[in-house]
T-cell receptor
Framework: QKEVEQNSGPLSVPEGAIASLNCTYS??????FFWYRQYSGKSPELIMS????GDKEDGRFTAQLNKASQYVSLLIRDSQPSDSATYLC???????????FGKGTMLLVSP | GAGVSQSPRYKVAKRGQDVALRCDPI?????LFWYQQALGQGPEFLTY????????KSGLPSDRFFAERPEGSVSTLKIQRTQQEDSAVYLC????????????FGEGSRLTVL
């Protein structure tokens, strides 16, 4: 059973702070990793993908991957109240064409 | 269309009724996925189509669940003899050139079984 683990939160940060969201996965053969954002009552939307060890930056978002530790993280700099949402970590299963999602971490950014 | 379209958005069924949920993917997207999302949980994979071929149905929870995509575009997820545990949001997603990890989700169909 391929698993993706996330702390359910909520993670509360003040506006302007850095939010750090973490994820671990069980499938050592996985090569592709994704972060989706889901606002309450809405469907998930893709915000970041990462395929290689190290950091990948896109605006205020940085994804980090460590395949040896089977660990993925998402940093959100200068957090805004509009970032308040559930962040879903997703892993593309090795040998398959489907994503396994974690349960998501709820982020609350207070003004 | 501009995005993935799902209908109905909300469905209330009595236990034992059959329901059908429709998904119209983004035009040109070959791959189509169905996920089930229970309250407070992440999406769980149900089934996957490439064009009209159902390549993976390992996530369908029971033989009461059936999905089809006969012409390689619109897909229907059918649930027979609904049970209370089937209550969830059913998400349809399609993917294009970005590959199977870059999914575009519809707004979902929220099923409530009484």
């Amino acid at each position: 059973q391929k698993e993706v683990e996330q702390n359910s939160g909520p993670l509360s940060v003040p506006e302007g702070a850095i939010a750090s969201l973490n994820c671990t996965y069980s499938d050592r053969g996985s090569q592709s990793f994704f972060w989706y954002r889901q606002y309450s009552g809405k469907s998930p939307e893709l915000i970041m993908s990462i395929y290689s060890n190290g950091d990948k930056e896109d605006g205020r978002f940085t994804a980090q991957l460590n395949k040896a530790s089977q660990y993925v993280s998402l940093l959100i700099r200068d957090s805004q109240p509009s970032d308040s949402a559930t962040y879903l970590c997703a892993v593309l299963n090795s040998g398959y064409s489907t994503l396994t999602f974690g349960k998501g971490t709820m982020l609350l950014v207070s003004p | 269309g501009a995005g993935v379209s799902q209908s109905p958005r909300y469905k209330v069924a009595k236990r034992g009724q059959d329901v059908a949920l429709r998904c119209d993917p983004i035009s040109g997207h070959v791959s189509l996925f169905w996920y089930q999302q229970a309250l407070g949980q992440g999406p769980e994979f149900l089934t996957y189509f490439q064009n009209e071929a159902q390549l993976d149905k390992s996530g369908l929870p029971s033989d009461r669940f059936f999905a089809e995509r006969p012409e390689g575009s619109v897909s229907t997820l059918k649930i027979q003899r609904t049970q209370q545990e089937d209550s969830a949001v059913y998400l349809c997603a399609s993917s294009g050139s970005g590959g199977p990890g870059e999914l575009f989700f519809g707004e979902g169909s929220r099923l409530t079984v009484l």
